[in-house]
């Protein structure tokens, strides 16, 4: 049985009997196989899975598409019921933010300021604070996050060790469709021949990784990838391509590393990322 809760006194009431280890998968709705999969990886770890669903406007700039972003949620709590989520919290905007927009707001510091940050100014203020929250009101011992969208898993993991919050972070793998494309809410936005260009992403990361299998150095990695999204002609534009360490600092020389992509097609952001291995320099 999935309790659906509307209000943060109706989340605490159903929490409040729990016992055992306690999972939290946080969504926005329009629930896909990348959610599944971390639903699926809360249910295997924890006793009590619960999963938020909330647009967080907090997170959506003033051009952005917060009014037609999809909101799908009888199919949204079919997808948790067959997951086997124990409590869906799906609270509107005046439950989250009673005292209207806060005031005060996590910094998420130079790490937010790069990559989707410089596109999406103020984006991270609004992810962090709203994972804060919920991380108050749930108190979880792990939550789950994608790590398609890696950026925001690295600052929520740097959130918990910063401010010493008492919560696992759990990653998961990206899920992607047969072709490459990696699964995003946003996909159903992509028309007729988009979807063909949004393959740009995914195809200059698997360049990119390919290089670095074969050994060769970073500049020459992301040179690879940079001429794979080149060369596809679906009309995808690049907003970065990047080489970061895991911890998404710059320059990384040898050993684990990931690339990170964004880009526009049509109106539609995406974006993507793959972890590789960087061979260690000869000279
Ligand atoms: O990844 C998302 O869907 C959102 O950024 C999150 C973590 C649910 C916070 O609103």
Not at 50 to 62: K, R
Not at 215 to 235: E, H
Request: aromatic fraction near 6%.
């Amino acid at each position: 049985m999935t309790d659906v809760l509307r209000t943060r006194a109706e989340l605490a009431a159903a929490l409040g009997p729990a016992t055992g280890r306690v999972g939290l998968v946080m969504t926005m709705g329009a629930l896909h196989a990348g959610h599944e999969a971390l639903l699926v990886a809360a249910r295997e770890r924890a006793d009590l899975v619960v999963a938020t669903i909330f647009v967080n406007p907090l997170q959506f700039g003033p051009n952005e598409d917060l009014d037609r972003y999809p909101r799908t949620f009888e199919a949204d709590l079919k997808i948790c019921r067959a997951a086997g989520v124990d409590l869906v919290y799906a609270p509107g905007p005046a439950e989250v933010y009673p005292a209207g927009d806060p005031l005060v707001r996590v910094d998420p510091g130079p790490l937010g300021a790069q990559l989707e940050g410089a596109s999406r100014p103020g984006f991270f203020h609004g992810v962090l604070t709203v994972v804060l929250k919920m991380f108050n009101l749930v108190s979880p011992d792990y939550a789950f996050f994608g790590e398609k969208d890696y950026q925001q898993l690295a600052l929520v993991r740097r959130m918990v060790r910063d401010l010493d919050l008492d919560v696992e972070i759990v990653g998961v793998p990206t899920v992607r469709e047969p072709d490459g494309l990696a699964l995003s809410s946003r996909n159903r936005y992509l028309a007729g021949l988009e979807r063909q260009g949004a393959l740009a992403l995914s195809t200059a990361l698997r360049a990119g990784a390919d290089a670095a299998t074969r050994g060769l150095d970073p500049a020459a990695v992301l040179a690879a990838a940079q001429r794979a999204f080149d060369a596809d002609q679906g009309g995808a534009r690049l907003d970065y391509l990047v080489l970061t360490d895991p911890e998404l600092r710059p320059d990384p020389v040898a050993g684990p590393a990931r690339l990170l992509v964004a880009g526009w097609v049509g109106d539609t952001r995406l974006i993507d990322n793959i972890g590789l291995r960087l061979a260690a320099a000869t000279s």
